[in-house]
């Protein structure tokens, strides 16, 4: 079962394993997939099978300009969702 996590709550290094397979690694090194902008998510996929390990949601304008007051780069880069 994928787990579900919001856009700012993730990163890159974040240490992953797949429910499928039970490969191990870094986020940042999963497939990205299945982005859904009706549903305001995308997929990371293992490398190995396939088998989503992360479903991500996109972030709300509010967690958007939040992120920036905490100083998070990430926020810079999505000016049009800032709102
Ligand atoms: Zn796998």
């Known amino acids: 079962m994928a787990e579900h996590v919001a856009f700012f709550d993730q990163q890159d290094a974040d240490e992953v394993t797949c429910p499928g397979c039970g490969w191990a690694g870094e986020a940042g090194d999963l497939d990205i997939d299945g982005v859904s902008w009706e549903q305001m998510r995308y997929e990371q996929r293992c490398p190995a099978c396939e088998e989503v ?23 810079d880069d999505m000016g049009p969702m800032a709102g």
């Open 53 to 75: 390990v992360r479903v991500v949601a996109f972030p709300t304008h509010a967690q958007v300009r939040a992120a920036r007051r905490r100083g998070d780069p990430r926020a």
